[in-house]
């Protein structure tokens, strides 16, 4: 696997879910061409707001709900309103957009375990594809599709706790210190340490709702106590730590 992996990393920490709806309730649909039931693409709204199609001369063949984290998944953040991709000539794509139609029709045991999986794969690519594109607005995927940046971007994502600066991160992807901060900004949207510190809250919430005790996470996430982390979350969230916890415990206790 390649040092600067631009998407595992980030991809470790959210979890997906995906469940089949009835047609215009969903926001990933699986299309063929109207004269056959072969899949030839997708097209995927991450924040569930669906606006005019784009398969509109297309068969839609699977469609479905699929919800990666919503808003505090930066990657989904960072996709435009809609995505979409044409198959055809992507042999593997096409593969596995047969396999997810096949499970979603079958309805077998597992299959709801195996359609999260083949969807992820497929958002996979779809990102892959965003990032091979570039993007027109500063952002996460922006700074992803930049050979020099996503190092650093990899290294922020794979090591949140190091403290790290700005003159580390700009040694990580090879720029000097005044070129890299002045493009970390302009594609990215933000300065690399308003990003560490972001990611950092995003990663606190998760891991703090799930029940793990504050000052331990305030010692993965490279803060010096669990007073400072909880200062910086209240600032960030407009809540404490404490909160997150009750909340979390409350999902737990309805399910």
Request: net charge neutral.
């Amino acid at each position: 696997m390649s040092r600067f992996d631009r998407l595992s990393a980030l991809m470790r920490h959210f979890q997906m879910s995906v469940e089949m709806v009835e047609p215009g309730e969903g926001n990933l649909i699986v299309f063929g061409s109207a004269a056959t039931d072969s899949p030839c693409g997708v097209e995927f709204w991450p924040r569930h707001v669906r606006s005019e199609s784009a398969i509109a001369p297309h068969k839609r063949l699977v469609e479905a709900r699929a919800d990666w984290d919503g808003r505090s998944n930066p990657l989904v953040a960072a996709l435009p309103e809609s995505v979409m991709m044409e198959t055809q000539d992507d042999d593997g794509t096409q593969l596995l957009l047969q396999m997810v139609i096949a499970e979603a029709a079958d309805n077998r045991c597992g299959s709801a375990s195996a359609l999260n999986r083949l969807c992820e794969v497929l958002l996979i690519r779809l990102l892959r594809r965003q990032i091979e594109l570039g993007a027109t607005t500063p952002g996460l995927l922006s700074g992803l599709a930049h050979a020099r940046l996503s190092r650093a971007l990899v290294a922020l994502h794979d090591d949140p706790g190091r403290n790290w600066r700005n003159v580390d991160l700009a040694e990580v992807a090879g720029m000097s210190l005044s070129r890299f901060s002045e493009q970390f900004t302009a594609q990215v949207g933000e300065t690399p340490q308003a990003y560490l510190r972001r990611w950092r809250m995003i990663l606190a919430r998760q891991s703090i709702a799930s029940g793990e005790r504050v000052q331990s996470v305030a010692r993965r996430l490279g803060y010096g106590s669990s007073e400072a982390l909880s200062r910086a979350f209240n600032k960030h969230y407009g809540q404490a730590p404490v909160s997150i916890r009750r909340e979390g415990r409350g999902l737990l206790a309805a399910e």
